[in-house]
């Protein structure tokens, strides 16, 4: 197991959501306050604060020899609204409880699932060199532009996918509303960057 799955805990059954008529789903996707803050969030790579509400996808577990075991890999509420769409909205109808920020998350999730691509993407950054192709027009990506990462999510893990230029963000994401999400994942760009970026989108 790597070292970064020493964090992933089993979810007790009795914490597990229960559906209406009493059963434990046998995957129940969950929001719970951190038990401590040494779990990494999957969408950013950051840890997550001891109490701060985090966001467990729910999965069975390859590496135990027990039948039905699950794992959960953890998210920020917001990354998993960005990232694990339909993961966060189911466990948001097994959370009735107040959530601050709730319809923003809601709204966040339901966009990147009316754009199926959006949820992969991962921010933003100058192309270190001229050896990527985009991942749709299949062009080089030239030395010093503006590329979008893509990352893609499998079984809990996390997979580069490699670029789009900034350029092509409307016909691959449909849609050049994507500011929030470069700011949320590029949290070191400066503001002067963010600005070029969002021009470059609209230039595409
Ligand atoms: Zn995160
Ligand atoms: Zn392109």
Known sequence: MPAEDAAIARIPAERRPQSADGSIPR???????????????RGCGRAVAKGELRLGEV??????????????????????????????????????EPIEGRAELEQAARFGLEHRRLPRLDGAERASSARAKCRHCKETIDKDAWRLRIVYFE?????????????????????????ERVRHFSPDLAASDLAEIGRTLGAG
């Open 27 to 41: 995957v129940g996707h969950l929001i719970e306050p951190a038990s401590s803050g040494r779990a990494k969030c």
């Open 59 to 96: 999965m069975a577990n390859p590496f135990s020899d027990e039948e039905g075991a699950e794992r959960s890999v953890w998210f920020h509420l917001d990354c998993g609204a960005y990232k694990r769409p339909e993961v966060l909205l189911a466990a948001l109808e097994g959370h009735p």
């Open 155 to 179: 079984e809990g893990m996390v997979s580069p996918g490699g670029f789009i230029h900034a350029t092509c963000s409307k016909p691959y994401f449909e849609t050049t509303d994507i500011m």
